[in-house]
């Protein structure tokens, strides 16, 4: 078989998903070896077993599915950033899905307790008017660029092209979702009751859970559902934009009136 070369193997759009199998039996290799080192020995059926099965779990990663995975996890992250993390890592974690390389990172446990934290946190927070608007401002420094990393560890610096324009549309994705979020709280905000509050929030956090589900099982579906919704999103944000510059208005004031009595 002829080798290819590193610039022409980066250069192609599933130069990961065809080399991701040869890295997995290296990285099998390895661990058997680690393990030898300390007194434990793995004979080289149960090795291959493993490493067959685990070729075979990443296999299902085709282009369409990291393309998916990459806009989904952008999507979310505008919505419910530690969420994301949070199902994506644990996932990994029960075996539900082979996360690339650039995102194994998610199944550490620390991350996780963190993720799983900050989760209940927003949570709760996301429930209560106009603390909902004033976590969403603050996260606005947070969700869009970790949007974008998360998209971007979908295919990682093993493939830079491909790479690079999933981190881009991850983090647009994030911002759309982000000002679409924004703009509907501060219009539902206007309601004397919080009924409508709970409610929208509670439909936020079953679209997140729904919307990582169809990118990992349904890749295709998830492209046209990911279509309607931005359609939906740039309609809301022309529709209610008023309400997203009251809330400017409102935390700018409320911004402005602390630095004054700091």
Known sequence: RKACSPSSTSASPTGWADRYPQAMDTLWFNIVQWLHTLGLH?????ARAVGDAAATATAQLDMPSLLALAAALGWASGFRLYAVVFLVGMMGVLGWMPL???????????????????LMVEFFADKVPWLDSAWDAVHAFIRVPAGAALAFG????????????????????SATALATKMTTRAAVNTSPEPFSNWGLSFFEDGLVVAVVWLA?????????????????????LVVLFKF?????????????????VA
């Open 100 to 118: 690339p390389p650039g995102l194994t990172m998610l199944q550490h446990p620390v991350v996780l307790m963190v993720s799983g934290f900050m």
């Open 216 to 236: 990992t099982q349904y890749p295709v579906a998830f492209g046209i559902a990911l279509v309607v919704m931005v359609i939906v999103s740039v309609l809301l």
């Open 244 to 260: 997203l510059r009251a809330v400017v208005r409102r935390l700018s004031s409320f911004f402005s009136g602390s630095a004054k």
């Open 42 to 46: 793995v004979d080289g059926g149960t």
């Open 154 to 173: 979908v295919f990682g610096a093993d493939n830079a092209t491909m790479a690079i324009a999933a981190g881009l549309l991850g983090g647009s994705l």
